[in-house]
C-alpha cells in the first residue's frame, strides 16, 4: 500500500526554522484531493496544522497563520511544510495526511498517513 513518507524533523532553538516534506513510497495513481499535515503533542491528539486541496486553496489553523506555509511540489504527490518561529509548545509529531478517491472500481476515497517525524523546539 501506498505511503506518504515525511522527512525534515529535528531539533532547533526558539525562534528558529524547519522545513518538512513528504513523499510517497509509491506513485499515487489515483484523485488527491486534499493534502495536509498534522501534529500530535505528547498528551495530547492529533491536531491539523494546516492543509491543501486540489485547486491549491489552503486552510491554516490559527497557531499557523502566519507562521507556516503548506505548499505542494511540482510531483503531485509530494507536500512540504515550512515552519517559521517555531516555539516550544511547536514540539510535536508531525505527520503528513493524504485523502482522495478511486477513479476506476473499486470506487471509494482513500486516506493515508505517514509513520511522522519529530519536530522538538528547546533553548
Known amino acids: 500500500q501506498v505511503q506518504p513518507v515525511e522527512s525534515g524533523g529535528g531539533s532547533v532553538q526558539p525562534g528558529g526554522s524547519l522545513k518538512l516534506s513528504c513523499g510517497t513510497s509509491e506513485k499515487i495513481t489515483s484523485q488527491i484531493l486534499v493534502m495536509a499535515w498534522y501534529r500530535q503533542a505528547p498528551g495530547r491528539l492529533r491536531e491539523l496544522v494546516a492543509n491543501i486541496n486540489s485547486r491549491g486553496d489552503k486552510h491554516y489553523s490559527g497557531f499557523a497563520e502566519g507562521r507556516f506555509t503548506i505548499s505542494r511540489g511540482s510531483a503531485e504527490d509530494t507536500l512540504f511544510l515550512q515552519m517559521t518561529r517555531l516555539n516550544p509548545e511547536d514540539t510535536a509529531v508531525y505527520y503528513c495526511?493524504?485523502?482522495?478517491?478511486?477513479?476506476?472500481?473499486?470506487?471509494?476515497?482513500?486516506?493515508?498517513w505517514g509513520q511522522g517525524t519529530q519536530v522538538t523546539v528547546s533553548a
Open positions: 495526511n493524504i485523502r482522495g478517491v478511486h477513479t476506476q472500481p473499486p470506487y471509494g476515497t482513500w486516506d493515508l
